[in-house]
């Protein structure tokens, strides 16, 4: 193969390569950008609700997405906080960090991934 | 971060990362699984409706397709073959092989990055 993919396709066009990227447990989908984002909402708002309504998500769908999530873990990832100082506040566990953290690296290496593939329909 | 996903996720939860990949052009996904599939049953057949009739996909939307694909070409994908000995069949031009190969050869590096991203996980 010495001919490239930019040989074939029309000159003027812009080609790129995308993809999306999800984690899968036993089978089936469960961590991906949509839990990542209402995780980061929840511990910058410390409110399920409050993340919910930033991402126009019903706060039903939002415990469900934390029950399920937290049914996977050993340990939970979301805290419901009821009652006292933080009244009705919820707080993220160590874990729950630690999964953005780990997605945000994923996520970069898939990026990064994505480019180099772009990079290489122009050669 | 020292702790691994192994270690947040339940036990016997068996974890992996999958995902997707499409070309873009202009912005609009126009190559991905789909078309190279119809690709590849045209080269078997020889027959773009022998084809679409194995991906249980309409003549119409084959047809749509190629139309599209040629469009986005230098030259032609597909070449519609009308009468003579090989009446009502068509052919893959080199091109429409050469973007098989390279679909193929994508796929096995996207399957590489999710092998290494699902062997991470276990870590």
């Not at 873990?73 to 939970?76: K, L, M, V």
């Not at 006292?84 to 009244?87: A, F, I, P, V, Y």
């Given at each position: 193969m010495n001919k490239s993919v930019k040989d074939i396709l029309k000159k003027d066009l812009h080609a790129r390569i995308n993809g999306s990227l999800w984690m899968e447990a036993n089978g089936e989908r469960f961590f991906g950008p949509g839990p990542v984002e209402l995780l980061e909402r929840i511990a910058e708002t410390g409110s399920i609700n409050a993340a919910a309504k930033e991402m126009k998500m019903s706060y039903k769908k939002a415990w469900e997405l934390i029950t399920h999530l937290n049914g996977q873990?050993?340990?939970?990832v979301v805290i419901p906080q009821t009652g006292?100082?933080?009244?009705g506040g919820s707080v993220l566990t160590d874990e729950a960090l630690w999964l953005i953290e780990y997605h945000k690296e994923l996520r970069k290496r898939f990026s990064d991934f994505l480019r180099e593939e772009s990079k290489r329909l122009e050669s």
């Open positions: 873990t050993e340990r939970p006292g100082e933080k009244g």
